[in-house]
């Protein structure tokens, strides 16, 4: 089963824009692997920050992607 949809906790990616706005771009199984995703994407050097949140209940379906 996927993470995203169960009541297994999941860890989800967001990427914050200029003007605060929070985008969720994966979700993922594990802490560590949607940290070294957010490492990733702070090593291109673009201007927007990253975070990793815990998501308990599975939440949105709306994001770019999702990782088991």
Known sequence: MNAATTDERCWVLYRIDD???EVEMCR????????AAMRKYEARGH?????????????SQGGLGRRP
């Not at 993922?28 to 940290?35: C, D, K, L, N, T």
């Not at 201007?47 to 939440?59: C, F, I, N, P, T």
């Open 19 to 21: 003007n605060g706005n």
């Open 47 to 59: 201007k927007q920050a990253y975070l990793v949140r815990e998501d308990k209940g599975g939440g």
């Open 28 to 35: 993922f199984a594990s802490r560590s692997a949607a940290e």
